[in-house]
């Protein structure tokens, strides 16, 4: 079992940043490749970034290449998404997800979510 607990949401004007952070619980969070979804009002939850267990094969959905970098810290069992130049298309509720497998997080089945954080980008 992994539980999942995320921070760092908050209120940023556009062109600024954040760092969300995503504690897991569980002996075995090593083993677990990470993700964040987002979902916006009236939209899909869609994939923003995946990182595998070992921290070497990472995914970035297209529109935020460049700007996000995931990362993660097994010592700390902590996954993280730097988001750097915000835009207000980026407000959205943000979750972290943990399955065991990297194209697991990316397709799907998804084991484990979090309860999100809130992320709001003003123009």
């Known amino acids: 079992q992994v539980q999942l607990v995320e921070s760092g949401g908050g209120l940023v004007q556009a062109g600024g940043s954040l760092r969300l952070s995503c504690a897991a619980s569980?002996?075995?969070?090593?083993?677990?490749?990470m993700g964040w979804f987002r979902q916006a009002p009236g939209k899909e939850r869609e994939l923003v970034a995946a990182i595998d267990w070992g921290g070497v094969n990472t995914y970035y959905t297209d529109s935020v290449k460049g700007r996000f970098t995931i990362s993660r810290d097994n010592v700390k069992n902590t996954v993280y998404l730097q988001m750097n130049s915000l835009r207000p298309e980026d407000t959205a509720v943000y979750y972290c997800?943990?399955?065991?497998?990297?194209?697991?997080?990316?397709?799907?089945?998804?084991?484990?979510w979090g309860q999100g954080t809130q992320v709001t980008v003003s123009a």
């Open positions: 569980g002996r075995t969070f090593g083993r677990y490749a």
């Open positions: 997800t943990a399955a065991p497998r990297y194209d697991e997080v990316i397709n799907g089945p998804h084991d484990y």
